[in-house]
């Protein structure tokens, strides 16, 4: 099946609305484009998992504050049209902002969705001050636009991933969330589209991000559980040029914080490398 790439939502709905006569099954992975290996094994398990897959390209603009970098993110439609078909996609929806946004002139135009306070008031929510709003309300729409019966997001974005999950059982959306597995580079360095954004000396102190990771998963390993510890020990390997904006360690059935690691639970950081901010996180106390 050749990929086909859509800008209007119209038009993806009448394709949508044909394949669903047709009995398919819809699997949905939602991006925002610049699209990379971690990308690719969404795509690919959506394809295994589900009839058709859509891949939605989409740099959105809600989930941006004032001074981020909605508009030099990295758009690369052509690389990622290729991408999404070498990995078994059937379709790219890639609308405009206007297309998702018609009439939008400023924030307050919009209805949102808000996700549940105590998922968004830790983490990345305390300095990314309406992002999950965004991200929800744009999630929200291309679950009402492609209704698919699944959806394929990574675990880098945890944070996200947990608010996600939580918001499609509390609206009663009908999509089954499919969680996978956050994919690395070679050396170690989480996946990321801003990863363009570092030169070579930047990546080499950005390792120091994995590298504290998997510092604090070999300390509960030999028996280190208090997170005071674990906090510590993970800064004492952090490249003097990596700035932390948090490490933080939640459980990982209900992504409360915690104090010791005395059941399965997250390590998440998220730092700045020249400017950059990264995020990351590995899974503990199994």
Do not use: W
């Not at 306070?117 to 305390?126: E, I, S």
């Amino acid at each position: 099946m050749n990929l086909v790439v859509v800008n209007k939502i119209t038009e993806l709905r009448e394709i949508i609305k044909q394949y669903k006569k047709e009995g398919k099954t819809i699997g949905l992975v939602p991006t925002m484009g610049c699209l990379h290996k971690g990308h690719a094994s969404l795509i690919k398990k959506s394809s295994q998992t589900c009839d058709i897959t859509v891949v939605s390209v989409f740099v959105n603009p809600v989930q941006f504050g004032p001074n981020e970098d909605y508009d030099k993110y990295p758009r690369t439609l052509e690389s990622d049209r290729q991408l999404a078909a070498e990995n078994g996609a059937c379709l790219i929806f890639a609308p405009s902002a206007a297309q998702m946004y018609p009439g939008m002139l400023k924030f307050s135009d919009i209805t949102m969705v808000a996700p549940p306070f105590k998922l968004v008031d830790m983490m990345c929510g305390k300095s990314r001050t309406g992002h999950f709003d965004g991200v929800c309300t744009v999630v929200t729409k291309l679950f009402n636009i492609v209704q698919p019966d699944y959806a394929f997001f990574g675990m880098k974005d945890i944070q996200q991933l947990y608010i996600i999950k939580k918001m499609t059982a509390d609206l009663n959306i009908p999509v089954e969330i499919v969680p996978c597995p956050l994919v690395r580079e070679e050396s170690g360095l989480a996946l990321s589209s801003r990863n363009t954004y570092l030169s070579d000396a930047d990546k080499k102190s950005a390792l120091s991000i994995s590298q504290s990771l998997f510092t604090i998963q070999n300390a509960v390993k030999n028996g280190i559980i208090d997170t005071k510890k674990l906090f510590d020990t993970a800064m004492a390997v952090m490249d003097r040029n990596v700035e932390p904006e948090y490490i933080e360690f939640v459980d990982r059935e209900t992504f409360e914080p915690v104090e010791q690691i005395d059941r399965p639970s997250i390590a998440a950081i998220a730092a700045r490398v020249n400017s950059v901010r990264l995020i990351d996180n590995i899974l503990i106390g199994d």
